[in-house]
């Protein structure tokens, strides 16, 4: 069973570490797990990033680490909740640095 798609807000890179604001579907669950995808602009295979626990509705930073600098990155999360239930991917965000190149809503 799945749950509507989150909203990825924003995100913003400073040197290795991007910072994704996040705001989670609202669906009436104990909590939320959100799972980070990322991978380099132009490759074809995600790589499964950060986990977060937060409320359902309530939009949240989420710290992805360990990326390399100066290069483009697509982001997007995928929320699980206490029911079993899982979201398709949020939209697709482009960046580099603190500029968003480019937006794809799922």
Known sequence: MSISSGTL????IASTTAT???????????YQLDQVLYKKTGHS???V????????????NI?????VA?????????????SD?????????TTSG???ISEINS
């Open 9 to 12: 807000n924003s995100v913003s």
């Open 20 to 30: 994704l604001n996040y705001t989670p579907p609202a669906v009436e669950a104990a």
């Open 45 to 47: 295979l995600w790589t």
């Open 49 to 60: 990033g950060a986990t977060n626990v937060g409320t359902l509705g309530v939009a949240g």
């Open 63 to 67: 710290s992805q680490t360990g990326l």
């Open 70 to 82: 100066d290069t483009l990155y697509d982001f997007c999360v995928v929320t699980a909740d206490s």
């Open 85 to 93: 239930r899982y979201s398709l991917p949020s939209n697709i965000k």
């Open 98 to 100: 603190a500029t968003i």
